[in-house]
Nanobody
Framework: QVQLVESGGGLVQAGGSLRLSCVAS????????MGWYRQAPGKQRELVAL??????NYADSVKGRFTISRDNARNTVYLQMNSLKPEDTAVYYC?????????WGQGTQVTVSS
């Protein structure tokens, strides 16, 4: 089992920056991929970015503005979000796909005002 705890959300003006963190605990030795998803009101949850030991992948809407990184020693994944837009407003969830189960954090709210 893996437990995920996010932090770093908040209210920011358009053009501003935020850094999200997600700390994993439990069976962290089995983690290969870590990712960030988001869900805006009335919309489906969507992939924002993911990272493995070799690759990173981003949604087109955040390319060039967001950067995902991880610190394996701290079992932590980060999402640096720059040039934020009002359409980035959502609850952001940390994600770890397991063999038979997908783990999610509780989510952290990001609100971007215009």
């Amino acid at each position: 089992q893996v437990q995920l705890v996010e932090s770093g959300g908040g209210l920011v003006q358009a053009g501003g920056s935020l850094r999200l963190s997600c700390v994993a605990s439990g069976s962290t030795f089995a983690i290969i991929t870590m990712g960030w998803y988001r869900q805006a009101p009335g919309k489906q949850r969507e992939l924002v970015a993911l990272i493995t030991s070799r690759i990173t992948n981003y949604a087109d809407s955040v390319k060039g503005r967001f950067t995902i990184s991880r610190d394996n020693a701290r079992n932590t994944v980060y999402l640096q979000m720059n040039s934020l837009k009002p359409e980035d407003t959502a609850v952001y969830y940390c994600n770890v796909p397991g063999v038979t189960y997908t783990y999610w954090g509780q989510g952290t709210q990001v609100t971007v005002s215009s």
